[in-house]
């Protein structure tokens, strides 16, 4: 069966720290990993990340994808409040558009 | 562009009854998704649409969840009988097929069935 795992589940941390989020993924006919930022409502694009070791970079937000080794990480450098969100990860296979979600990662950036 | 709509935004109802969302995708998108949000199963797909047409319904819980796409620009997710275990927030999301296959998801609807 696809699936998408994240970890950790949680996490809280203070202003001004990086975060690593993670995320590991066991498709069929892999095609492309996204990232989404979830805060109150709708999950928002990120990231889509196709080949292996390109970093996709956007402002303090970075990713990178491992299909060797079939991992993904988020970074958040110097987080802020504002930050604070569900963070997931999607894949989509070759021939679908269907998205596979992980279970996201809940991010707290305390003052 | 306004987004992703979907209405009723909220919709409290009592177990047995009759419940329809509703999306209008972004125009010109020609893809449209429907997903079920839960504390415990997380964001799952139900069903998606490209033009108009069902592709992949394997999402779709049971008899009681029906969808349809009559036109490019209104779907419907509908609910007959609803249950207690269908309360949920409803997202519907649309995309253009190519080159792009990043979801723009609307505002959800948050589904209680008492």
Redesign the interface.
């Known amino acids: 069966e696809d699936k998408v795992v994240q970890s950790p589940l949680s996490l809280v941390v203070h202003e001004g720290d990086t975060v690593t989020l993670n995320c590991s993924y066991e498709v069929t006919n892999f095609r ?1 990993l ?1 990232w989404y930022k979830q805060e109150k ?5 990120l990231f ?1 990340l196709t080949s292996s070791g390109i970093e996709k970079k956007s402002g303090r937000l970075s990713s990178i994808l491992d299909k060797k080794e079939l991992f993904s990480i988020l970074n958040i450098t110097a987080t802020q409040t504002g930050d604070s969100a569900i963070y ?1 990860c999607a894949v ?1 296979q070759g021939g ?9 990662t809940k991010l707290t950036v305390n003052p | 562009d306004a987004g ?1 709509i979907q209405s009723p935004r909220h919709e409290v109802t009592e177990m047995g009854q009759e419940v329809t969302l509703r999306c209008k995708p972004i125009s010109g998108h020609n ?1 449209l ?1 429907w997903y079920r949000q839960t504390m415990m199963r ?4 139900l069903i ?1 649409f ?1 033009n108009n047409v069902p ?2 319904d394997s999402g779709m819980p049971e008899d009681r969840f029906s969808a349809k796409m009559p036109n490019a620009s209104f779907s419907t997710l509908k609910i007959q009988p609803s249950e207690p275990r269908d309360s949920a927030v409803y ?1 519907c999301a649309s ?1 253009l ?1 190519s080159p ?9 609807t948050r589904l209680t069935v008492t």
């Open positions: 492309s996204l409502k709708a999950p928002t694009f889509m997931l989509t679908s558009e269907k998205l596979v979600f992980g279970k996201g | 992703v893809s998704f997380g964001l799952e797909l998606y490209n592709i992949d997202f995309s097929v792009l296959y990043e979801q723009y998801f609307g505002p959800g």
